[in-house]
């Protein structure tokens, strides 16, 4: 018998299947970018690779909250996450964050840049989908959007001068909004 969750979102016009591809190719976007961060954080080196430093390791960090979020909500929706780890991260929504081949400050902040405005469009998308249907997944991919959004406007900061309104978080990767449906 299916969940009620799940029959009434299917009443409201919601294709299941397609909330599920959506959901996991995000996911696996958010696994794949905290990878990759990892990678572009040990190459922001020097005086001027330090000043970044901070600010990659939170977009890192809550971009593998993101992950969490969703695997949560992929689960109850009746879906699952590909057993085979290799077939997931090709599944994901934006290309790989890969450190370029001159890691430059300017050079990776291009390719944070890029990995956080690709987020925002995959939340856009998600809402825009689930608006009025799915108010749980609504709300979660809401939280995500949010912190998408400061992550990008912090790395177009760095790398413009325009100003974003960023403030450091109060401890590494808060999660500020997608914090309170970790289960951890
Ligand atoms: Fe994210
Ligand atoms: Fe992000």
Redesign the pocket.
Known sequence: MARRNVELIKRAGVDVDRLLDLLVRAASAEFT?YYYYTILRMNATGLEGEAIKEIIED?RI??RNHFEALAIRIYELGGQLPNDIREFSNLAACSNAKLPDEPTVENLLKVLLD??RC?VGVYTEILEYVHGKDPRTYDIALAILH??IE?ESWFEELLTGKPSGHFRRRAPGESPYTSRFLKT
């Open positions: 970018t977009a809550e971009d990995a956080e987020a912190e998408e992550h």
